[in-house]
């Protein structure tokens, strides 16, 4: 069935190292993409987002990269804190009957040890 | 401006009882979202709505039901509820269909 997912479940990094984070995704009508940081305890915050006429978006600290001939969607943080420690989610924009609405995979727990 | 805002916070339900989690925007969003977030399974989509006075199924809708009468507000209610729905429920808003999410701060219920 269709899905959006990421490969690992948790990544342990170094302060000052680059992060990578991936995702998979199986609908290749999906146009758009979008990276969300939660913190324990709160809601999730947007990160980064990138269509899908694009296949690279930077931001400060991050870029995101969507590779739509494998349908695969990285994040990567530069130069990771403490502070980048979370939980993070690819989502994508789904079209059903109703309309479209992100569906999110199930995340990646960032640890970021100093 | 407040954004999100999401009430109640926490609630414990027993089997079988009813309840009605509010959500309310300030920021005149078309897009009104509820999901659910379980350990492990990330966050899935309950029900949203694309305006006032409309909604749509998501991933896992059986067991709520919503309603959009208000631009502002997207009430989501558990006629019914059973173990299988304590989670934590998010609301989210955008304005329009391919844009950021503006989640609220979450609602923990547990039904025993």
């Known amino acids: 069935g269709e899905s959006v997912g990421l490969h690992l479940p948790t990544l342990s990094v170094q302060e000052g190292d680059n992060s990578i984070i991936n995702c998979a995704y199986s609908n290749s009508a999906s146009d758009y993409f979008i990276w969300y940081k939660q913190e324990s305890g709160k809601g999730p915050q947007f990160i980064i987002d990138?269509?899908?006429?694009?296949d690279k978006r930077q931001g400060q600290r991050v870029t995101v990269l969507l590779n739509k001939t494998v349908k695969h969607l990285s994040l990567q943080i530069a130069a990771t804190q403490p502070g980048d420690s979370a939980v993070y989610f690819c989502?994508?924009?789904?079209?059903?009957?109703?309309?479209?609405?992100?569906?999110f995979g199930k995340g990646t727990t960032l640890s970021v040890s100093s | 401006n407040a954004g999100v805002t999401q009430t109640p916070k926490f609630r414990v339900l027993k089997t079988g009882q009813s309840m009605t989690l509010l959500c309310a925007q300030d920021?005149?969003?078309?897009?009104m979202y509820w999901y659910r977030q379980d350990p492990g399974m990330g966050l899935r989509l309950i029900h949203y709505?694309?305006?006032?006075?409309?909604?749509a199924k998501g991933e896992v809708p059986d067991g709520y039901n919503v309603s959009r009468l208000k631009k502002q507000n997207f009430l989501l209610g558990l006629e019914s509820a059973a173990p299988s729905q304590t989670s934590v429920y998010f609301c989210?808003?955008?304005?329009?269909?391919?844009?950021?999410?503006?989640f609220g701060e979450g609602s923990r219920l547990t039904v025993l």
């Open positions: 990138i269509r899908s006429n694009m």
């Open positions: 709505s694309v305006g006032e006075g409309t909604t």
């Open positions: 920021m005149n969003h078309e897009y």
């Open positions: 989210a808003s955008s304005f329009g269909a391919a844009g950021e999410l503006f």
């Open positions: 989502a994508e924009n789904r079209a059903n009957q109703a309309g479209t609405a992100l569906i």
